[in-house]
């Protein structure tokens, strides 16, 4: 059976680096695939947030977010503008809302999002939201839930526990996702950062070692609705 595959990510460049080899391989399947984004990505880079400053930079990494996800095959891309790595600063009731909307129009039976116990604050509150949007009632579309990591991010807490249980094999899709991660030409960093080209390779050809596969991306099952 063919589903409708949500991805709720706080930041341009998260849903690639966390699911972007799976999303590739479900579409390849036959799924599809749609991508929220919650956050602008940007402005806390600065010292107090500005957006109209960095109109620009914001216009130009939501273009690179279109031409990433267009790399996996996503089919369309919902971008919102809470502000970065300010979630806790929004209601979250407002953030539970879009994703409320978008999963209305989406009615997707799967979603990948951030783990709950993440370093960064956005990617804590986005998967509390996903939860709260998702809750197991009658008639709710969503039967699985995944939690993704985010290099650079999810490995960088103290205590680690980020312990998966899922594993996808992306063998054949590593390169879609190196793709559309070149995508991303402000975020993309230089070796040894997690976050390189070289980097996220290397955390996917882990993965799959340690399950005995070329390449994987790893995630925790929150939930699964048989």
Same mark, same amino acid.
């Given at each position: ?20 080899? +799976? ?7 036959g799924?599809?695939? !749609?991508?929220?984004? &919650?956050? @602008? ?14 109109? *620009?930079?914001? %216009? ?16 369309e ?11 806790? +600063? ?7 809302k879009?994703? @409320? *909307? +978008? *999963?209305?129009?989406? *009615? ?5 999002t951030? !783990? ?14 996903? &939860? ?5 009632? &009658? ?17 960088? %807490? ?6 998966? %249980?899922?594993?996808f094999?992306?063998?054949? +899709?590593?390169d879609?996702k ?30 799959g ?5 070329? !390449? ?8 699964r &609705?048989?």
């Amino acid at each position: 059976m063919k589903h409708n595959i949500l991805i709720v990510a706080a930041h341009p460049d998260d849903e690639i680096l966390g699911c972007g080899g +799976t999303v590739a391989r479900l579409i390849k399947e036959g799924h599809a695939a !749609y991508t929220l984004l &919650l956050g @602008e990505g940007v402005t806390s880079r600065d010292e107090e947030r500005d957006p109209k400053k960095r109109g *620009k930079e914001i %216009n130009s990494l939501r273009n690179q977010a279109q031409q990433a996800n267009a790399a996996l095959g996503v089919k369309e891309v919902f971008i919102h503008s809470f502000p970065d790595n300010r979630f806790d +600063t929004v209601p979250l009731l407002d953030i539970v809302k879009v994703i @409320e *909307k +978008t *999963k209305e129009k989406v *009615k997707p039976a799967l979603v990948f999002t951030h !783990y709950a116990n993440d370093l960064n604050i956005d990617h804590r509150i986005t998967c509390a939201a996903v &939860l709260t949007a998702t809750r197991p009632v &009658l008639d709710e579309t969503v039967k699985e839930i995944y939690s993704f990591e985010v290099p650079s991010s999810t490995e960088w %807490n103290y205590p680690l526990s980020f312990s998966p %249980n899922v594993y996808f094999d992306i063998s054949q +899709t590593i390169d879609v996702k190196l793709q559309a991660i070149k995508q991303y030409v402000s975020e993309i960093k230089e070796p040894p950062h997690p976050r390189s080209q070289e980097g996220v390779e290397l955390n996917a050809r882990m993965w799959g070692m340690k399950v005995g596969l070329g !390449y994987a991306e790893a995630f925790t099952c929150v939930r699964r &609705l048989a």
